[in-house]
């Protein structure tokens, strides 16, 4: 089918759209419903989003709002096994960060372009990624998953269990009162020193965590932003070894529809995904194409879209060519 026009929509508006943009939201509203016969649907939460996507009747469904909306919607026919059957139309509305996957999916980020080829368009078959959980990936599957570190990498410095007096000369720091402290209050002979020796602990240790680890690429100092530059990972493309536990890896990447072949989504890449390995120190990257990757390892995290998961210890990404099928513009 290459126009919806004249065909029954169901366009649903994501909340955090129509508090992000409303007037973008109007915007798309009226370029819809000026070409076709919509019904408009407000949902306040994914329960609610859920329910009216599974009530949409012959309706095509229209999602205005991110990326996250799209991947609710897209997940949701996944887990019905309607996905292949249901044709997505996008119009994204949000900050040009949470729009880079409909972006790079070839939707336009012109709001009245973006309307216009849900009605003029056509549909285009495209590739997705699936796990062994049953998750989706439609653009790029990252490890490691890009966040920022945490509270507790780097320099462990122990917490104060409880707000000390600071008029109070003998109140505890650092740690629970000892059952044998006296009963006056006078802290055991050995506090005193105990601090001192995790004061100067913190202190040696702050510099070294904060060093320049060789080939990182991160000159940035503070124990809590450091990180160790590699992750030790086992990845296979179609039962071929690329990376092993010897050699930590820097990141992986794996994009559905990567150049091999003539694949009809935007990358063209067929029934194959890109696959790159990246090492620590700028060594040269690993390129190949696969149908399935096996990432294996210790706990690690990856960010599939915009999504984050894990941890797991093993995961594997098999290409379903085809498996959705997306309104684009005609050119």
């Known amino acids: 089918m290459d126009s919806v026009r004249g065909y029954p ?137 890009g966040e920022p570190a945490r509270p507790g990498h780097g320099v462990s410095v122990p917490r104060q269990s409880s707000p000390a007096d600071p008029a109070d000369p003998a109140a505890p720091r650092g740690g629970p009162v000892s059952p044998g402290d006296p009963a006056d209050g006078d802290g055991p002979w ?45 990845i296979e493309a179609d039962g071929v070894l690329l990376a092993d536990l010897d050699r930590p890896v820097r990141g992986v990447s794996v994009v559905p529809g990567g150049r091999a072949g003539n694949g009809s989504g935007p990358g063209g890449g067929g029934e194959l995904a890109e696959v790159v390995v990246h090492w620590p120190g700028g060594g040269r990257s690993v390129r190949t194409r696969a149908r399935a990757v096996t990432v294996s390892g210790a706990d690690f995290h990856y960010r599939a879209d915009a999504l984050v998961g894990g941890p797991v210890r093993t995961r594997t990404w098999t290409v379903q060519p085809g498996a959705w099928r997306l309104q684009l513009p005609r050119d």
């Open 9 to 145: 929509l169901l366009v649903v508006i994501d909340p955090v759209a129509r508090s992000t943009d409303g007037e973008a939201v109007r915007i798309a509203k009226d370029v819809l419903c000026a070409g076709a016969g919509a019904k408009i649907c407000l949902p306040e939460g994914p329960e609610e989003f859920a329910r009216m996507l599974a009530r949409r009747g012959q309706r095509r469904p229209v999602v205005i709002g991110d990326d996250r909306a799209l991947l609710r919607v897209v997940g949701l026919l996944h887990k019905e096994r309607e996905l292949a059957g249901v044709p997505l139309s996008m119009v994204p509305v949000g900050a040009p960060a949470t729009v880079a996957l409909s972006r790079a999916l070839g939707i336009p980020t012109d709001t009245v372009a973006a309307a216009r080829a849900v009605l003029d368009g056509g549909e285009h078959p495209m590739d997705l990624l699936t796990d062994d959980s049953d998750g989706i990936v439609l653009g790029s599957l990252r490890i490691p998953c």
């Open 190 to 234: 050995w506090r005193p020193y105990a601090r001192t020796a995790r004061t100067a602990l913190s202190l040696l240790a702050a510099p070294a965590a904060g060093r320049r680890a060789p080939g990182s690429g991160d000159g940035r100092a503070g124990g809590r932003r450091a990180r160790v530059p590699g992750q030790r990972l086992r």
